[in-house]
């Protein structure tokens, strides 16, 4: 378990601006080292505006894209295309502009596709799919994911797993289906703390006034299943990117100025 490291940037265009390219850096960096890159994708405004800056951004030709093997933490149950799909908005903020490998996008199942509206048994498919891409160096049923990005709730969730509700409390499984959720679309697909775990870097998104709450719960000291981004960590790493509105609540020695 890492602790958690905190950047704090003046405001959330310049904190997408800066997280963009940090996470080219790392791209690059894993594939001249490993041949490859492995991403896992997250949804939401924050996660959204990320993807747009780097899609703006002059140094995103320095990926191979063809070299990069793109998941996701979440997903919402819906048919395919549907506007409100974590990868429909990531193809229209940058996947679409990008040449990508098709065989090394992995998005989750859809809705009334091969597992009709089952969300179980679209997370058990998943799981198998991670569990294909894992090697024997991964030592467990994910891949070892460079980068694994989360945006932050305002009710402190990452991905879809949300205060209390079963999908928190997950250990064994990697995917599961979420029933029930407290934001619509209510079913949902989701990785389990167990699979976020396995990246080497998490880095946790939280711009905007209604994140202060959140981040100040899950950096005190909160537990998981009370706040599951407090849960969320990597194995060599664990970065929350804010701006200052989301810091606005956590003391003022757990951070460093902001970045201006």
């Known amino acids: 378990m890492s602790a958690p490291q905190l950047v704090v940037h003046r405001d959330k265009e310049l904190m997408a601006q800066a997280a963009a390219a940090r996470l080219i850096t790392k791209i690059v960096d894993a594939q001249a080292a490993r041949g490859s890159a492995s991403v896992v994708l997250t949804g939401g405004r924050n996660g959204n505006g990320l993807l747009a800056a780097l899609s703006s951004s002059p140094a995103r030709d320095a990926i191979d894209w063809s070299r990069l093997d793109l998941w ?107 029933h029930g959720a407290p934001k619509p679309p209510p079913t949902r697909i989701t990785l389990t703390l167990p699979a976020i775990r396995a990246a080497r870097e998490v880095w946790l998104l939280a711009a905007g006034e209604d994140k202060a709450q959140a981040a100040a719960i899950a950096l005190s000291g909160a537990g998981e299943v009370q706040a599951p981004a407090a849960g969320a960590h990597g194995r060599s790493r664990t970065l929350w990117l804010l701006d200052q509105a989301a810091a606005a609540r956590l003391p003022r020695a757990l951070y460093p100025p902001a970045i201006p």
């Open 72 to 178: 996701w933490g979440d997903e919402r149950f819906l048919p395919e295309g549907d506007p409100d799909r974590n990868d429909t908005q990531a193809r229209e903020a940058l996947l679409d502009s990008v040449p990508l490998d098709p065989a090394r996008l992995h998005t989750m199942p859809v809705a009334g596709g091969a597992y009709g509206v089952d969300a179980d048994a679209a997370a058990a498919a998943y799981a198998d799919e991670l569990a294909v891409a894992a090697g024997p160096e991964d030592h467990g049923p994910v891949p070892t994911f460079d980068v694994l990005m989360l945006g932050v709730g305002p009710d402190t969730h990452v991905a879809s797993l949300f205060p209390e509700l079963p999908a928190v409390r997950e250990t064994e499984r990697t995917v599961v289906g979420v």
